[in-house]
C-alpha cells in the first residue's frame, strides 16, 4: 500500500467517524438545551409561586396592621372589622410559607405569627380591660401589642427585601 491508499483509507474511516461525532455532540447539546429550558421554565414557575405568596403575606400582615387599633381601642368606639374577602387562610399560608419561602423569611414569618398568637391569647385570656361594651382591649404599649408590632415591621422588612432580590435575579437569602 503506497501514501494514497493510506490517505483514501483515513478518509475513509474518518468520515463516517467525524460524521458520528457531530451527530452525537448535536444531540447533546440539543438534550442541554432542552434541560436549561425546563430548568428555566420550573424556575420561573417557582418564582411565580413565590410571588404569589409574598403578596398573601403582605396582604395577611396589612389585614391585621389595619386591626391593631381596634385591638387598644379601650373606649369601645369602633368595632373590629373582619378579614377582607379574598384573604387567604391563615393556616394555608403558615403551611405554603414553610413550604416555598427562603429561611430568613420563613423566620420573619414564625416570629411575627407567634407574636400574633400571643396578642390573641392575652386578649381572650388576659386583657389590660373590657371595653364599654364588653369587649377586651389591649395597651397599645403593653409588651404583646408591642411584639407583635415589632414583628410585623420586621416581616414587612424581610418581603420588600425578598421580592427585590427576587426582582434582580437573585436566589432569595432573607
Same mark, same amino acid.
Given at each position: 500500500?503506497?501514501?494514497?491508499?493510506?490517505?483514501?483509507?483515513?478518509?475513509?474511516?474518518?468520515?463516517?467517524?467525524?460524521?458520528?461525532?457531530?451527530?452525537?455532540?448535536?444531540?447533546?447539546?440539543?438534550?442541554?438545551?432542552?434541560?436549561?429550558?425546563?430548568?428555566?421554565?420550573?424556575?420561573?414557575?417557582?418564582?411565580?409561586?413565590?410571588?404569589?405568596?409574598?403578596?398573601?403575606?403582605?396582604?395577611?400582615?396589612?389585614?391585621?396592621?389595619?386591626?391593631?387599633?381596634?385591638? /387598644?381601642?379601650?373606649?369601645?368606639?369602633?368595632?373590629?372589622?373582619? *378579614?377582607?374577602?379574598?384573604?387567604?387562610?391563615?393556616?394555608?399560608?403558615?403551611?405554603?410559607?414553610?413550604?416555598?419561602?427562603?429561611?430568613?423569611?420563613?423566620? /420573619?414569618?414564625?416570629?411575627?405569627?407567634?407574636?400574633? %398568637?400571643?396578642?390573641?391569647?392575652?386578649?381572650?385570656?388576659?386583657?389590660?380591660?373590657?371595653?364599654?361594651?364588653?369587649? *377586651?382591649?389591649? %395597651?397599645?404599649?403593653?409588651?404583646?401589642?408591642?411584639?407583635?408590632?415589632?414583628?410585623?415591621?420586621?416581616?414587612? /422588612?424581610?418581603?420588600?427585601?425578598?421580592?427585590?432580590?427576587?426582582?434582580?435575579?437573585?436566589?432569595?437569602?432573607?
Amino acid at each position: 500500500m503506497d501514501a494514497s491508499d493510506w490517505i483514501t483509507l483515513g478518509a475513509v474511516i474518518a468520515t463516517p467517524v467525524t460524521a458520528a461525532l457531530s451527530i452525537i455532540f448535536t444531540h447533546r447539546g440539543s438534550l442541554r438545551l432542552q434541560r436549561d429550558r425546563h430548568n428555566h421554565e420550573r424556575q420561573q414557575r417557582l418564582t411565580g409561586r413565590r410571588m404569589t405568596l409574598y403578596i398573601d403575606m403582605a396582604e395577611y400582615a396589612r389585614d391585621l396592621e389595619a386591626r391593631l387599633p381596634y385591638m /387598644a381601642d379601650e373606649m369601645g368606639v369602633e368595632s373590629t372589622p373582619g *378579614p377582607p374577602e379574598g384573604l387567604v387562610n391563615e393556616f394555608r399560608l403558615d403551611a405554603r410559607v414553610q413550604v416555598i419561602a427562603p429561611p430568613g423569611l420563613v423566620d /420573619a414569618w414564625t416570629a411575627f405569627r407567634t407574636a400574633d %398568637k400571643r396578642v390573641q391569647w392575652e386578649g381572650l385570656e388576659h386583657p389590660d380591660g373590657i371595653d364599654p361594651y364588653g369587649q *377586651p382591649y389591649l %395597651k397599645w404599649d403593653g409588651p404583646a401589642l408591642t411584639q407583635l408590632r415589632s414583628t410585623l415591621s420586621a416581616l414587612q /422588612a424581610s418581603l420588600r427585601e425578598t421580592v427585590q432580590s427576587e426582582e434582580r435575579g437573585e436566589a432569595p437569602s432573607v
